[in-house]
Nanobody, 124 residues
């Protein structure tokens, strides 16, 4: 059973930073593709970043240069460092694991496991 538990969300002013964490039980036995996704009220879920083998990272254009996805295998934790936050970054953020398939934030559908989400609110 794969469990993903996000934490680290909160409320910040524009220009501030937050680091989201995702405790991932799956890291104990494998190194799957991991992704961060977000969903704002009234909008579809969108991809933010994906990571494969702890080295191959890709980002949505809207967050490139501001967000960094990383993984600490020793601690079984996935991170999303978010800098220079903007009001449009406000959303519920989810981490997800993909056991097989093409690793990409562009396609959330194939991801097998999802966390419960953590809320990020950025005020102007």
């Amino acid at each position: 059973q794969v469990q993903l538990v996000e934490s680290g969300g909160g409320s910040v002013q524009a220009g501030g930073s937050l680091r989201l964490s995702c405790a991932a039980s799956v890291f104990a036995t494998s190194r799957p593709c991991m992704g961060w996704f977000r969903q704002a009220p009234g909008k579809e879920r969108e991809g933010v970043a994906s990571l494969y083998t702890s080295e191959i990272t890709t980002y949505a254009d809207s967050v490139k240069g501001r967000f960094t996805i990383s993984r600490d295998n020793a601690k079984n934790v996935l991170y999303l460092q978010m800098n220079n936050l903007k009001p449009e970054d406000s959303a519920m953020y989810y981490c997800a694991a993909l056991l097989r398939g093409v690793c990409s934030w562009r396609t959330p559908g194939p991801f097998d496991y999802w966390g419960q989400g953590t809320q990020v609110t950025v005020s102007s």
